[in-house]
């Protein structure tokens, strides 16, 4: 079965330090690769997507992950996290034989702390 | 600017009682979808549709079944609600491009409790 683990559930991190959230998925032949960000009682929004070439990916509000084929990941990366990114992260992942349906990981739950 | 909209940010009902969450989008958005979130598990899909009156299983439809009558509006039912139906309803639209290369875009969600 297809799958997405997010291994971190919750990550503290001080404001203005970098962060690194982990998604790993199922080997597939072909996948897009998609990162959201939940705030607060909202619901959730794009951050980025991987769909080909550049295996580096930006986004909105100064994040980036990368495409790793060979370890099936695509970590979400910040430089300098602000307070304003306290949020909850979610990996999501296209199989191809899924047909439109994505596979969402777990979460991760930033607390940003001054 | 994309909006879906949910009918209610929180709703309180009894065991077995039917239960209507109704989910609107203005962008003429192909698929949409009915999510449960709950902690430490993420999204999960419960069903979709693709076209008006077209609809199909999801992850987890036991206990849930959809309406979809206008492009714009699609609705999960609980036809009889238990308290382990208590979660997160997150509803999403996107257009139907080849391959799932496509954005979702979601409602604010409704967090149904069952009592």
């Known amino acids: 079965a297809q799958s997405v683990t997010q291994l971190d559930s919750q990550v503290p991190v001080f404001e203005e330090a970098p962060v690194e959230l982990r998604c790993n998925y199922s080997?597939?032949?072909?996948?897009?690769l998609f990162w959201y960000v939940q705030y607060p009682n909202q619901g959730l929004q794009l951050l980025l997507k991987?769909?080909?070439?550049?295996?580096l990916v930006k986004g909105i509000n100064g994040f980036e992950a990368e495409f790793n084929k060979s370890q099936t990941s695509f970590h979400l990366r910040k430089p300098s996290v602000h307070i304003s990114d306290t949020a909850e992260y979610f990996c999501a992942v296209h199989y191809s034989a899924a047909g439109n349906k994505l596979t969402f990981g777990g979460g991760t739950r930033v607390l940003v702390k001054p | 600017d994309v909006k879906v909209t949910q009918s209610s940010r929180y709703l309180v009902k009894r065991t077995g009682e039917k239960v209507f969450l109704e989910c609107v989008q203005d962008?003429?958005?192909?698929?949409m979808f009915w999510y449960r979130q709950d902690p430490g598990l993420g999204l999960r899909l419960i069903y979709f549709?693709?076209?008006?009156?077209?609809?199909e299983k999801g992850d987890i439809p036991e206990g849930y079944s959809v309406s979809r009558e206008k492009k714009e509006r699609f609705s999960l039912i609980l036809e009889s609600a238990s308290t382990n139906q208590t979660s997160m309803y997150l509803c999403?639209?996107?257009?139907?491009?080849?391959?799932?290369?496509?954005?979702?875009?979601f409602g604010p969600g409704t967090r149904l409790l069952v009592l």
């Open positions: 080997s597939s032949v072909s996948v897009y």
């Open positions: 999403a639209s996107s257009l139907r491009l080849a391959g799932g290369r496509e954005t979702q875009y």
């Open positions: 962008m003429d958005h192909e698929n």
């Open positions: 549709s693709y076209d008006v009156k077209m609809k």
């Open positions: 991987y769909l080909s070439g550049s295996t």
